[in-house]
């Protein structure tokens, strides 16, 4: 069934025909994909509008600022990059690289030149209790600042490889199920939008910003689905009084745009909840993030269960998924990521027990437990 702003609609002839929008020498123009089934005509109408915005940047690039001089300093192609990439990314991603620019970049090596900058400098000039995550958020703006650097001001051409980059990889933590148990049941004991909130997480593994944007629109009861089309999230957007503002947009990825089969189980709870607010947690506004996570605390003190990070929520759905047998594509389309390897490095966590009833079964493949048992008998 066709969405409301999908552009999607069923002709008269049983077609699906989707529409999106192209530049072509600055002027809009529509363009139309066909297919014979709503998802067919999705899929396509995804592909198209990707080659678009593919060729739009292309475009701007084309005529980006060649400004400049190849003895330029980092801060000087900084600010030249900073002003490219408003343009050309998410508002939210360009929040982000401008504040990793500003607080670990700028001041620390805005004076040197391209060709100063080596990982090395990096691994000195940084403090050493930075976390992985940081060390490649740094490395990529810093790869994208020289990326710009040689194209458009022409320094030397540079690029710093991740695997000298020191990483120090967190467990992940998941629930047991125990406290699955015991969080379920209370949940269920006063349920209530924010509860069905974190049920959705559970057994549907939507990220925090997800289910905070979630409207009721975007769930269709009648072929019982739950489309992923937005996130919300707080981003600074001011340098000097470090203001922010809760920003409601895309998804992480534009693999995070999916469609997931509502359980069977949470069905009925979806429709006893339903009401005629606007989004499922916060009725009339998208909940802010870092309100619904201390919610999400308050409810595991009440069951009597350890503290968890909200993202536990997500990684036991993903791992309950593959114990219970499911194939590692599904699970990965649903998490909505963009390849399987993500789910398997990063989200499936088998269990001692899993580890050894594989183990134990490869015994039946050479009869050995017979041979074992003849062996101690005799």
């Known amino acids: 069934m066709a969405r409301r702003g999908e552009n999607i609609r069923k002709r008269s002839d049983g077609r699906w025909e989707g529409r999106y929008l192209i530049y072509i020498n600055g002027s809009k123009k529509y363009r139309s994909v066909y297919a014979s089934s709503y998802n067919e005509v999705k899929q396509k109408l995804f592909n198209s509008k990707k080659e678009s915005e593919i060729t739009l940047l292309s ?34 991603t360009y929040r982000k690289y401008a504040n990793i620019y500003d607080m670990h970049i700028r001041d620390t090596f805005g004076s040197l030149t391209a060709d100063e900058i080596s990982l090395e400098i990096i691994e000195k000039a940084l403090p050493k209790e930075i976390s992985a995550s940081l ?29 000298k980059l020191r990483t120090v990889p967190k467990p992940v933590q998941t629930i047991n199920a125990t406290d699955q148990q015991k969080l379920c049941r209370y949940l269920l004991s ?29 769930i269709d009861f009648q072929r019982k689905t739950i489309h992923i089309n937005r996130t919300v999230q707080r981003i600074q957007v001011g340098q000097e009084n470090r203001k922010t503002i809760l920003y409601e947009g895309p998804p992480k990825t534009l693999c995070s745009v999916r469609e997931i089969p509502i359980p069977e189980f949470l ?10 607010g606007v ?22 003190d009440k069951a009597y269960i350890k503290k968890s990070h909200f993202h536990a929520l997500r ?40 580890k050894r009833n594989i183990l134990d079964s490869l015994s039946s493949i050479s009869s050995i437990n017979g041979q074992i048992s003849g062996r101690i008998i005799s």
Not at 279 to 300: A, C, D, G, H, I
Not at 327 to 335: A, G, I, P, R
Request: glycine fraction near 4%.
């Open 315 to 354: 990684h036991t759905f993903a791992t309950n998924c593959i114990s219970n047998g499911a194939d590692v594509k599904s699970v990965s389309e649903m998490l909505g990521h963009s390849n399987v390897n993500i789910t398997l490095n990063k989200y499936v966590h088998p269990s001692m027990d899993t």
């Open 267 to 276: 069905f009925p709870l979806l429709l006893s909840c339903k009401d005629d």
């Open 59 to 92: 475009q701007k690039e084309q005529t980006a600022p060649l400004n400049g001089s190849a003895d330029m300093s980092l801060d000087e192609i900084g600010q030249l990059w900073l002003i490219y990439i408003k343009d050309n990314r998410k508002y939210s």
């Open 279 to 300: 989004y499922v947690l916060n009725k009339f506004s998208p909940m802010e993030p870092r309100t619904y996570q201390y919610k999400f605390y308050s409810y595991l």
């Open 190 to 218: 006063d349920l209530d939008s924010c509860k069905l909130g974190i049920l959705i997480c559970l057994y549907m593994g939507l990220r925090l910003g997800e289910v905070c944007a979630l409207k009721w629109e975007d």
């Open 135 to 163: 060390y490649k958020s740094i490395y990529c703006v810093l790869n994208q600042i020289l990326s710009y650097g040689n194209r458009y001001c022409s320094t030397p051409k540079i690029h710093l490889k991740t695997e």
